[in-house]
């Protein structure tokens, strides 16, 4: 087990430069508590802000600015006070998502590497384990469970752990980028001074 799984983590970082591992890790309590999506609330809240500029004009968001905790959208709110043209704004949260999704999807990556090396280690590891003793057919029963064992071991953390969670993390990435896609929508609308109930209907149909 520890050859298996050390032979893993080593095959791992070789391949794979420190911050994408380290952002691996970073993000893999993403499998037990994602990233909350209420694309309800998120629907309302812009509706609110759509509101707020078309009686007040864009700076009357300001205070909106100042208290949201979302970085992806007090980015796309400080853009908009700022004045920045529609296209401009696209443009720039597109790469936004972009680069944080390419960054997400590589660490994601990490454990579905490791859930390909480690059933591979472990074939190897119990072919050694009978090939050394063809020699003596008394001792080849005991190679032959070692070969077991370490087959086990590779493909129980390959199917158990690291490729499941590779998946549950792409899921998350993908339903993150749902949701920036929606904020870019609702900003570009309010920016356009799209009214807020065709506003809300297109977000609803947006989020399905």
Same mark, same amino acid.
């Given at each position: ?98 680069? #944080?999704?390419?960054?997400?999807? %590589?660490? /994601? ?5 490791? =859930? $390909?090396?480690?059933?591979? &280690? ?16 008394? #001792?080849?029963?005991?190679?032959? %469970?070692? /070969? ?5 071991? =590779? $493909?129980?953390?390959?199917? &158990? ?31 356009? =001074?799209?009214?807020?109930?065709? &506003? ?9």
């Amino acid at each position: 087990f520890v050859i298996v799984f050390l032979g893993t983590f080593a095959s791992i970082l070789i391949q794979t430069p420190k911050a994408t591992f380290m952002r691996a890790w970073k993000i893999a309590p993403w499998i037990f508590k994602p990233p909350i999506d209420d694309h309800e609330q998120l629907i309302a809240k812009m509706v609110e802000w759509s509101e707020i500029a078309r009686k007040q004009g864009l700076l009357g968001l300001e205070p909106a600015l100042e208290s949201e905790q979302d970085p992806f959208a007090q980015k796309a709110l400080q853009m908009l006070v700022d004045g920045t043209e529609p296209d401009k704004i696209r443009e720039a949260l597109e790469m936004d998502i972009e680069v #944080k999704s390419k960054a997400n999807t %590589a660490s /994601a990556k990490v454990f579905e590497g490791m =859930g $390909i090396y480690a059933p591979t &280690l472990g074939t190897v590891l119990g072919l050694i384990a009978v090939m050394k003793n063809l020699a003596d057919p008394s #001792k080849l029963g005991s190679g032959i %469970a070692a /070969a077991f064992t370490a087959t086990i071991y =590779g $493909i129980g953390l390959a199917n &158990l752990f690291f490729l499941p969670i590779a998946n549950k993390l792409k899921d998350v990435i993908g339903k993150q980028n749902h949701t920036k896609e929606m904020i870019i929508e609702g900003i570009i609308a309010i920016a356009e =001074g799209e009214n807020p109930r065709n &506003l809300e209907t297109k977000l609803k149909g947006f989020a399905g």
